[in-house]
């Protein structure tokens, strides 16, 4: 089945420690974006990629950092420096930057 | 950078009702798309419509785009509709910008 994996679906980290959500999709996408939501809000957008080994810092990249070795996948990897990490997160990806966006099924991440 | 509004906010309907969910954007955009965010979070496609309007069963949308705004009419409501609804406009600085949502509640 084509589409966009995010694993694990639960995460629990203890304060201070750093965390790596993973994203795979086999659809063959050059674009792919993490997404933020908190509780009863909107989604914001972490980082995105537009092509293999290149990546832009969204509206609120402080305390994650992004990698893109290969086209199929995009790890988030929430970091120490961020100060309130519990949060739902969602990755998206498209065939090119404009064209339809597709969304895996997000991992919870809760700081305990 | 651009700005994504939606309205209403929050909206409560009995089943069998019609509703439309309106998205106002700042700036002109190359792409909209119109999402349905069910209980376990996931980000269901509903439209993908930088311009005119596509119709899929009893939902519909509509992109104005030159008066920068997006409709999505939901017809003969049912229980099944509730949930979060986004729209998400896909700027030229290569990424979507996503609203606030609008909370639907479909009443029995």
């Known amino acids: 089945d084509g589409g966009i994996t995010q694993s694990p679906k639960y995460l629990f980290r203890k304060e201070g420690q750093n965390v790596t959500l993973s994203c795979e999709q086999n659809l063959n996408h050059d674009a792919m974006y993490w997404y933020r939501q908190d509780p009863g809000q909107g989604l914001r957008l972490i980082y995105y990629?537009?092509?293999?080994?290149?990546?832009q810092k969204g509206d609120i990249a402080e305390g994650y950092s992004v990698s893109r070795e290969k086209k199929e996948s995009f790890p988030l990897t929430v970091t120490s420096a961020q100060k309130n990490p519990t949060a739902f997160y969602l990755c998206a990806s498209s065939a090119q930057g404009r064209t339809e966006a597709f969304f895996g099924q997000g991992t919870r991440l809760t700081v305990v | 950078g651009i700005q994504v509004e939606q309205s209403p906010p929050d909206l409560i309907l009995q089943e069998g009702a019609n509703s439309t969910l309106r998205c106002n954007f700042s700036?002109?955009?190359?792409?909209l798309q119109w999402f349905h965010q069910n209980p376990w979070g996931q980000l269901i496609n509903l439209f993908y419509i930088p311009s005119g309007t596509k119709q899929n069963g009893r939902l519909s949308a509509t992109t104005v785009a030159t008066e920068r705004y997006s409709l999505l009419y939901i017809s003969s409501s049912q229980t099944t509709d509730s949930g979060v609804y986004f729209c998400?406009?896909?700027?030229?600085?290569?990424?979507?910008?996503f609203g606030t949502g609008t909370r639907l509640k479909v009443l029995a």
């Open positions: 700036d002109s955009v190359n792409n």
């Open positions: 990629s537009q092509i293999v080994n290149d990546f």
């Open positions: 998400a406009a896909y700027s030229g600085t290569y990424k979507y910008i």
